[in-house]
């Protein structure tokens, strides 16, 4: 006799059925918040050393599975291990964020390979294996990319910028160079992605941080087609793959981007509103968000009142619950274990 697989409530909602209460996890869960990821993080070494150490990477990914009891747990890893493996130069510098050999020219794209050297990857597999031989069989595990967009941005500027100016401008300037870059990272998301599921993955994401940034027609062609694409070739090899994704300040523009990718669900920002997404987002896929990471910092009534905002917006729908951006470093334990009691005790 088979024993029916354990249910898990977060691919659950991604598969179409609304659950009475909405699973939870929070982007950036394994992170600086954490005093016990601050000790092994402070033993790694550099950023790059804990991403790449399955050991560190699976346990970190762990943490906040033990402590929160989250319906998810998600790889720790980095949007710009793409890069690294066609070979780029990536750093991590403290209190700096990323630093990498800019492509800021046609010239410079030329010398880009067009695919990577998986091997480098690897560890990212192996912490996925990890992880998922340890995680209660009801906890998903979410394996993700950077979108072409958002990772492109890095690599032109070889920086972050305040609102990606170099890479806007490069698209406009160069856009058969641009589209070089946004070709190679297409190809290569794929066969990362299709990894990442052969290693235990049940759903992934793709991070657009940057997408808000674009006009509506260049948000057309550099957000929206890249992860089209990415979603067909990811889905050509394993048909049923459940995908989310995130292109943040989208705003109006979410509703088309929905249709035009086929992703499962979409992450909103804190600035969605609310009326849009049920009408025109929610009818179709899932939707996961959208709590202010400051008023998680704020805690109090402030924080019961917006995770109630989320849960009376979305929770009659098909709902993850989760953050509309990363979690703060600064975010006390406290107010996270208050924002998971009360999802938890939601009753709808």
Same mark, same amino acid.
């Given at each position: ?11 659950? =909602? ?33 950023? +790059? ?12 990914? %762990? ?15 980095? #949007? +710009? =291990? ?7 130069? =990536? ?7 990323? !630093? ?28 996925? !294996?990890?992880?998922?031989?340890? +995680? ?13 967009? /958002? ?6 500027? *070889?920086? *972050?910028?305040?609102? $990606? ?16 870059? @946004? ?9 990362? +992605? ?32 890249? /992860?089209?694409? #990415?979603?067909?070739?990811? !889905?050509? $090899?394993?048909?049923?793959?459940? @995908? ?9 523009? %979410? ?12 992450? @909103? ?30 805690? *109090? ?22 953050? *509309? ?10 107010? =996270? ?6 999802? !938890?005790?939601?009753?709808?």
């Amino acid at each position: 006799m088979t024993q029916n697989p354990t249910i898990k409530p977060f691919l659950e =909602v991604l598969s179409g059925r609304r659950q009475p209460v909405p699973p939870i996890w929070m982007m950036r869960q394994a992170g600086r918040y954490l005093p016990e990821y601050r000790e092994l993080r402070a033993k790694a070494g550099g950023f +790059l050393d804990l991403c790449f150490t399955p050991e560190y990477a699976a346990e970190v990914s %762990l943490q906040p599975i033990r402590r929160f009891k989250f319906d998810a747990a998600i790889i720790f890893s980095d #949007i +710009l =291990v793409i890069p690294y493996a066609l070979g780029r130069d =990536v750093r991590f510098e403290a209190g700096e964020g990323p !630093r990498l050999d800019p492509l800021d020219t046609p010239d410079k794209v030329g010398t880009l390979k067009s695919s990577g050297d998986f091997a480098k990857l690897e560890p990212v597999f192996e912490a996925l !294996r990890r992880v998922r031989r340890e +995680l209660d069989s009801k906890v998903a595990l979410i394996g993700f990319c950077g979108a072409p967009w /958002t990772v492109a941005t890095y690599m032109v500027a *070889g920086q *972050g910028t305040p609102d $990606q100016a170099p890479a806007r401008m490069m698209a406009y300037r160069h856009p058969e160079a641009f589209a070089k870059i @946004i070709d190679v990272l297409v190809e290569n998301s794929v066969q990362y +992605l299709l990894g990442q599921l052969k290693a235990g993955a049940d759903v992934l994401q793709i991070f657009d941080t940057w997408a808000g940034v674009l006009p509506p027609r260049e948000f057309q062609r550099w957000s929206v087609e890249p /992860t089209r694409r #990415i979603v067909e070739g990811v !889905r050509r $090899q394993v048909p049923d793959a459940k @995908i989310i994704g995130f292109p943040r300040g989208a705003g109006a523009l %979410l509703p088309g981007y929905v249709e035009a990718t086929g992703v499962d669900a979409v992450s @909103i920002d804190w600035a969605a509103e609310p009326s849009l997404i049920r009408e025109r987002v929610q009818t179709k896929v899932a939707v996961q968000g959208n709590l202010d990471p400051l008023v998680l910092i704020a805690g *109090g009534e402030a924080l019961d009142r917006a995770v109630d905002d989320v849960l009376a917006n979305f929770a009659g729908g098909r709902l993850i619950f989760n953050l *509309g951006h990363g979690i703060q470093p600064e975010t006390p334990i406290a107010h =996270v274990e208050q924002m998971v009691k009360r999802v !938890r005790a939601y009753r709808g």
